[in-house]
């Protein structure tokens, strides 16, 4: 009997070690590099957002590994993170040009709609030019895009939002279909940051007058 104890507790040591293993080995590098009190991003999908993932069309874009990949802008606050991501250097300068830069990255829990290079090639280069040249236009048009609170995927739905700039911003959809404003589609959206969940969207967003 005393042997039979003693091959049985053997036994369950093994199991136990090799089940420690197994919790520990893949997920740790995530776990390390993901910010405190968050999870690591999963890989996107253009499939309905599901696991907090990042979903859209245009989440293919974005780079697969470094600082401008979803687990390196998880990492940062979001104006930095959004430096690193190449599909949103057209926003990063119009929010060093509003020297916005420090309310965005200390502020908490926002939710950033953030239009891509594209959308702003929509504007015509007169136009843009005039607006990145008018500091008090420029950091109103850019303050309709933040929202002073976490917005998830199903709070898209229908949602009414206020923004940083004081109106109101309306959003609609489903599943991985998302309307901001009037016109403005979420391309790639559910990106986390260190403090701002983002929605990349296709149009630039204008305030109400």
């Known amino acids: 009997m005393y042997r039979n104890r003693i091959v049985a507790g053997v036994l369950a040591a093994t199991a136990l070690a090799t089940g420690t293993a197994a919790c520990s080995g893949d997920d740790k590098g995530d776990a390390a590099a993901a ?39 998880s990492a940062d606050p979001v104006a930095t993170a959004a430096s690193n991501n190449p ?7 119009a929010v060093k040009e509003a020297g916005l830069v420090d309310t965005l990255n200390s502020s908490k ?25 008018d500091k008090k236009t420029l950091t109103s048009i850019l303050t309709y895009h933040v929202v002073g609170q976490q917005v998830s995927p199903s709070g898209l739905g229908t949602g009414d939002f206020k923004t940083l ?25 559910n990106v986390q940051t260190a403090n701002a969940t983002v929605y990349i969207i296709d149009s630039v967003l204008m305030p109400p007058k």
Request: proline share 9%; glycine share 12%; net charge positive.
């Open 35 to 73: 910010p405190a009190g968050s999870s690591a991003p999963a890989a996107p999908t253009s499939e309905a957002p599901t696991g907090g993932q990042p979903f859209g069309p245009a989440c293919s874009a974005v780079p697969a590994s470094g600082k401008g990949s979803f687990q390196g802008m």
């Open 87 to 93: 599909v949103l250097s057209t926003l990063v300068s």
């Open 109 to 133: 829990n926002l939710t950033v709609f953030a239009p891509t290079n594209d959308a702003f090639k929509k504007i015509p280069k007169e136009t843009l030019d005039k607006v990145m040249s």
């Open 165 to 189: 700039n004081g109106a109101m911003l309306k959003t609609s959809g489903s599943g991985d279909s998302y309307t901001v404003g009037k016109d403005a589609n979420v391309v790639c959206g």
